[in-house]
């Protein structure tokens, strides 16, 4: 019948109108579907980071809120460790501030870390508050922290 050259009945027509649904394309399977919503969610996923300078989007935003808030609380290693589990250490020399403000280690050198990849992207300049909190550091007892302070003062 969809072959031939002869002229379709109206009533073929709704059929196959009913059958590809409004929008005339054929049925999707629920793969089809499934593909789609990834899609949709990756899609609004990116929009919502487009509306924030956080890295992170949207849940990146909240949890930089909540580390600023924690800031000066016996809270805040444990609002950077919510930060590093979802989004990583943070890029932006403010943020980092305040992390390197929590006294954990594990938080320091996960933030000196980064703070390396950046500088060495040619992203950073280290100023104020920062570059005295990282000078502290490069004199610390704790090898880690101190060898990476140092390499972000060269």
């Known amino acids: 019948m969809a072959d031939d050259d002869r002229k379709r009945?109206?009533?073929?027509?709704?059929?196959?109108r009913?059958?590809?649904?409004?929008?005339g394309a054929p049925p999707r399977?629920?793969?089809?579907?499934?593909?789609?919503e990834k899609r949709s969610q990756a899609a609004l996923k990116a929009a919502d980071a487009l509306f924030t300078d956080e890295k992170g989007g949207q849940v990146g935003k909240?949890?930089?809120?909540?580390?600023?808030?924690?800031?000066?609380?016996?809270e805040l290693a444990s609002a950077c460790r919510a930060y590093l589990e979802e989004v990583g250490p943070p890029s932006n020399a403010e943020l980092a501030s305040i992390f390197l403000d929590a006294g954990d280690k594990e938080i320091g050198v996960a933030v000196l870390d980064e703070l390396l990849r950046v500088k060495q992207a040619g992203r950073l300049e280290l100023a104020g508050g920062l570059l005295r909190q990282i000078r502290l550091l490069a004199e610390d007892f704790d090898d880690d922290l101190a060898s990476r302070a140092e390499e972000l003062l060269e």
């Open 9 to 16: 009945s109206f009533s073929e027509l709704d059929r196959l």
């Open 18 to 23: 009913r059958e590809r649904g409004s929008s």
């Open 29 to 36: 399977s629920g793969r089809a579907r499934a593909q789609e």
């Open 62 to 74: 909240a949890l930089a809120d909540a580390v600023r808030e924690a800031h000066g609380t016996p």
